[in-house]
């Protein structure tokens, strides 16, 4: 059965306001809604958001300078490390003496770095006792210093009785201050300093010809 006229021309008016609405309709997208939703969130100020993370790096920095100036200045009295008397170095013998090295400013000065546990310290020691039979104290000092703190002080006043060693002896500690600061790698290490404190000459191991270089260097001097 037909439609009258009227009846059909409303009803495709009907349908054509109903595709213009759905036409309207905002289409949304996984894009569209994530974009939106922090649209409606308020925007916070890039120092707000990034502000304690900054605080907690420039606390951390600051840490860090002050770890290492103190380790600096507890690094055998700090100052300048390349030259022992511009340094407040010390040390403290076995007998409980201490010695400062810069009151040794204007001599010679010898270190002998050595441990009881070195078969080799024992030949190069003699070299050093023979070079302190030539020379009096006022021109040269000689310091035996073990790199070993665990070496006893009998066994190390034996060791200086053996090789007629008529010198102080220093045992470095379990952090190797002593060692560190003048970089011994080895031993027996040989240290021969010029009046000034500059090094002038690093013997390592025993050799007979040391004693002769040890004498060339100091009348060098």
Known sequence: MKLPKEIKEKKKQKLKTKKSRRTKKKKYSPKTIKSERYASKPKKKFKDTFAPYLIIIGVVFVIIIVFITISFENKEGGGDNSNPYKTNITFKTIDGYTIKLADHQGKIVILFFFDLDCPPCG?????????DDDYSNSQVYILLITVHYWDSNDGLNQFKEDH?????IVRDDNSNTHGSFFNIAYTPTTLILDKDGGEVERLIGHDSNHYDQIKDEINGL
């Open 164 to 168: 007629n060693l008529n010198r102080h």
């Open 123 to 131: 030949p190069e020691a003699n070299v050093i006792s023979d070079i």
